[in-house]
């Protein structure tokens, strides 16, 4: 751990490291969403192509499917070669197979260079949620995480309406959004620096094998891994279907999916704001049990009302209620990774959020077709109680000093 940065507690956003590591998160989002606005016309200027339709849509999704299978290798360099090198070498490659759409000749090697721009996120993921591990502990590491969940939502706007922009000139100018992060390189660097120094013989600014819970982490990693794909899978139920639920129930679904994503989008990142404050004041079972909680009175107020107020009104309670479990994942997570481990822990916990986002669709969409949205959304508003009351459980019989992370 960079001990220098704990015993100095600049605020953050005075901090290059940290905002080096806020912005890095937002490449999670910017991966899949700056692309959307320019399919339609993309799929028009390849249509000779064989299997067009299918293969453009395919690129918003190919780098979650790159993830999966890289991010636990990355968590495992991380802990092996270190995390800001890692970090860095992720952010170059994300840049150029990004970026590379706007130049490329053909279709496939298009979505080829979107299978490399997954392996990057996996990289940049892994390696950032570790080194925020190493660089923030406690309340501070809380508040960094809440922040990171509201600059995520908000730069998701700022992306897809600068990409929305550019589309209306050319489909492959959204590519170009990609070299954005070339910016972050030198605050990236900064971090190499402080890593490289604390590595050097003698020096004692990284622990090894501290924290965690000894020997039993593995287990509790296991199961963050599967809460967190749980919950992302069926979040992801809004993204994925709630444009064929707004036509299903007549509501325009182009203009009323904008709508509906940007109001979860927009009451996640505020909720996001208190992330900190509530578990610092609660623990963070009771913002579990608050998180999901909301999260089923969103898909309750969406099923039981087919109306547009309802559905914005759930939307906002989803958003809300995601925003404060997301961040609470990764706090657990680095909570019970030991330091040397936290690589690898970082691999796995982005590798279950990707597996959720893939497996929504493959799993719940053929359940909606046999049984309808109404049975899928109460089902999750019911898993979502399950989980609220787990967690409320777990406030009511730990002591303070374990509800609080």
């Known amino acids: 751990m960079f001990q220098d940065h704990r015993k100095s507690y600049r605020p953050s956003w005075l901090d290059a490291a940290a905002i080096g590591l806020l912005l890095t998160a937002t490449l999670k989002i910017m991966a899949n969403a700056t692309i959307s606005p320019a399919l339609p016309d993309l799929e028009a200027s390849f249509s000779g192509v064989p299997n067009a339709a299918y293969l453009t849509r395919f690129l918003v999704a190919a780098p979650s499917l790159t993830v999966i299978l890289v991010a636990p290798v990355a968590g495992l360099l991380a802990d092996r070669i270190g995390k800001g090198g890692l970090l860095v070498g992720g952010v170059v490659l994300f840049v150029l197979a990004g970026s590379a759409g706007a130049f490329l000749p053909d279709l496939q090697s298009i979505l080829i260079s979107r299978f490399v721009l ?88 990284l622990q090894e094998g501290a924290n965690g819970w000894n020997g039993t982490w593995p287990v509790a990693a296991a199961a963050i891994c599967g809460l967190t794909m749980c919950t992302v899978m069926l979040f992801f139920l809004m993204p994925s279907q709630i444009p064929f639920y707004l ?138 109680v399950a989980f609220a009351i787990a967690a409320l459980a777990a406030a009511l019989f730990s002591t303070p000093g374990n509800a609080k992370a």
Not at 131 to 142: A, E, K, M
Not at 143 to 158: A, E, M, P, R
Not at 356 to 381: I, K, R
């Open 118 to 205: 997954g392996a990057a996120v996996a990289l940049t993921m892994t390696a950032q949620i570790a080194l925020v591990g190493d660089l923030f502990d406690g309340s501070r590491r809380n508040s960094f995480l809440g922040w990171q969940t509201v600059v995520i939502n908000f730069s998701g706007l700022i992306f897809i309406g600068l990409a929305g922009t550019l589309a209306g000139l050319s489909p492959r100018l959204p590519f170009l959004v990609y070299l954005l992060p070339v910016f972050l390189l030198p605050l990236l660097a900064r971090i190499r620096l402080q890593e490289r120094k604390a590595l050097r013989p003698g020096n004692n600014g």
């Open 247 to 384: 036509m299903d129930v007549g509501i325009d679904p182009a203009s009323g999916t904008a709508i509906t994503l940007g109001v979860l989008m927009l009451s996640g990142g505020a909720m996001a704001m208190l992330f900190k404050r509530l578990s610092d004041a609660l623990g963070l079972p009771a913002v579990f049990a608050t998180g999901f909680g909301t999260m089923a009175a969103g898909f309750t107020v969406i099923v039981s009302y087919a109306d547009w107020l309802p559905v914005l009104t759930g939307a906002a309670l989803i958003g809300a209620g995601y925003s404060l479990v997301q961040p609470g994942f990764f706090v657990l997570a680095l909570k019970i990774a030991p330091d040397n481990r936290r690589g690898s822990v970082s691999g796995l916990v982005t590798t279950a959020m990707f597996a959720g986002q893939v497996v929504s669709p493959l799993l719940l969409t053929a359940w909606l077709q046999s049984y309808g949205f109404q049975s899928v959304f109460w089902a999750a508003a019911g898993v979502f």
